[in-house]
């Protein structure tokens, strides 16, 4: 098995539900290709991971680096896994939307981001490297 993590900027006319749409469709498509992963959008950025069988997580972030809805397509880390850190989600999907002044809201995010980080098993580096990057983007806040 194999784990890929990239950052993009998604283009500002991209709308709530034509990410939700995006994601529904790509939830589907991971599964049928036994393709687990993570999407984090915050401020305009993407976060993706993505665990699967080598060969389909290549050809995914070649199709999706290719996608004219975000741009700057970078990989962070990839490398080969023994174990999924996202087992049970073939595409999970966080929006993170908070205004700056809101600090109940970013202490809640705080929060859901620490125990999801708990909760999924950070079994590989890249899975590591994913938390800290969320972490990265909720402390530009403070
Ligand atoms: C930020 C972002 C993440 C995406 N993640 C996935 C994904 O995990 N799985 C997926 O099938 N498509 C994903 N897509 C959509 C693909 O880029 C592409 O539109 C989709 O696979 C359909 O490809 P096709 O138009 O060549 O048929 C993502 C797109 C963007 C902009």
Redesign the pocket.
């Known amino acids: 098995m194999y784990t890929l993590l990239y950052i993009?900027k998604?283009r500002k006319t991209l709308t709530d539900s034509e990410i939700d749409t995006?994601v529904q469709?790509?939830g589907a498509?991971?599964a049928s290709k036994d393709?687990t992963?993570c999407?984090i959008t915050y401020k305009g950025k993407?976060v993706?991971i993505?665990e699967g069988p080598e060969t389909e997580i290549k050809k995914?972030y070649s199709?999706?680096k290719s996608?004219p809805?975000?741009y700057e397509v970078h990989i962070l880390s990839e490398n080969p896994i023994d174990e999924r850190a996202f087992p049970q989600f073939a595409?999970s999907y966080l929006p993170i939307k908070i205004e700056r002044k809101d600090s109940q809201a970013l202490e809640r995010l705080r929060t859901n981001v620490s125990i999801l980080s708990d909760f999924t098993n950070p079994v590989h580096k890249t899975a590591v490297l994913f938390w800290k990057k969320i972490r990265e983007f909720t402390d530009t806040f403070s």
């Open positions: 993009s998604y995006m469709t790509s498509y991971n393709i992963g999407l993407c993706q993505l995914l199709r999706v996608d809805r975000h595409m």
